[in-house]
C-alpha cells in the first residue's frame, strides 16, 4: 500500500535540523529530556487521546502470549510497556528501554505499579544478551532514532528466532480532506499549543517536520528485511497518520 508523498505537507515551517547521527542523537535527546514533564498530557491533548487505540491495535500485531518475554524499545513514559505487560499477564516479561532518563523517570509509577522492568539505553547498541526476546516493541520512537538501520539489527539480534517486532510509527497521511486538517494542526495548533504547555515551541515543530523527512513506508519495511527481518508487512491507521510495521525473526534452520 502506498502513501502520500512527502511534498504534500511542505508548507509547514521547516526546522534547520541537525544532519549527522551524534547531533541528531543530541538534540533529540535534549528535546525529550525538556518535555518530559508534560509529554503524556501533551500526547492524549494532540492526538484528542486516540494514541491509545493506536497501541491496543499494534498490540494485537505482536500475537503476544500469557508467559511471553518482551522489549519496549523507546518507551518514554511507559504507556506501551503498561500494555504489554497486561497481555503477558504474571508470568511474562516486560522490559522499556529509553535513552532520555527524564523521560523514564516521569513513568516511574507507572513502571513500578505494572511491575515492569525499565532501564536508560540507546537503540543502536542495547545492553541485552542477543535472542532473549519473544517481542519488540518500539511507538512513536523509531524516527527519532540517529541510526534506523543499525535499531533494527540490533533489534532483529535480540529476538528469538520466530520473534516478532511490531513497529508503530507517524505516517504521512493519504490525500484528502484529513491530510488538509492535518496540515493545518501541524502548522498552527501543534507548534503553539505544545509549545505553551512543554516550554519548547522547537519540539512541536520538530514533529511534522519529521514525519516529512522520514522513511517511506516501503523504505521503512526495506531496512528491517536488510535487518535479516522476514517477512515484513505493514498497514495504516488513521487515514494514514500512522503506520504499523509488523516482521518477523526467521526460525532458526
Sequence with gaps: MSGATSQNLSHIPVLDLPTTPAEKARYVRGMF??????????NTVLSAGIHHSWRTFATRCAALQPGDRVLDLCTGTGDWTVLLRRVVGKRGQVVGIDFSLPM???????????????????????????GIFDAVTVAFGI???AEIDRAFVEIARVLKPGGRVVCLEFATPHPGLF???YSLHS???????????????????????????????????????????????????????????????????
Aim: net charge positive; proline share 5%; glycine share 8%.
Design 33 to 42: 529530556d525538556d518535555i518530559a514533564h508534560r509529554y503524556d498530557l501533551l
Design 104 to 130: 523514564l523517570q516521569s513513568g516511574v509509577r507507572k513502571f513500578e505499579e505494572a511491575k515492569a522492568q525499565f532501564a536508560q539505553g540507546d537503540a543502536v547498541r542495547l545492553p541485552i544478551t542477543s
Design 143 to 145: 524516527r527519532n532514532v
Design 179 to 181: 491530510q488538509k486538517f
Design 187 to 253: 502548522r498552527y495548533v501543534m507548534p503553539r499549543l505544545g509549545g505553551a504547555l512543554s516550554g519548547r515551541p522547537d519540539a512541536y515543530t520538530y514533529l511534522p517536520e519529521s514525519v516529512i523527512r522520514f522513511k517511506t513506508r516501503e523504505e521503512l519495511a526495506k531496512i528491517m528485511r536488510d535487518a535479516g527481518l522476514s517477512p515484513v508487512r505493514y498497514v495504516d491507521l488513521t487515514f494514514g497518520l500512522v503506520c504499523v510495521h509488523v516482521g518477523q525473526k526467521p526460525d532458526a534452520a
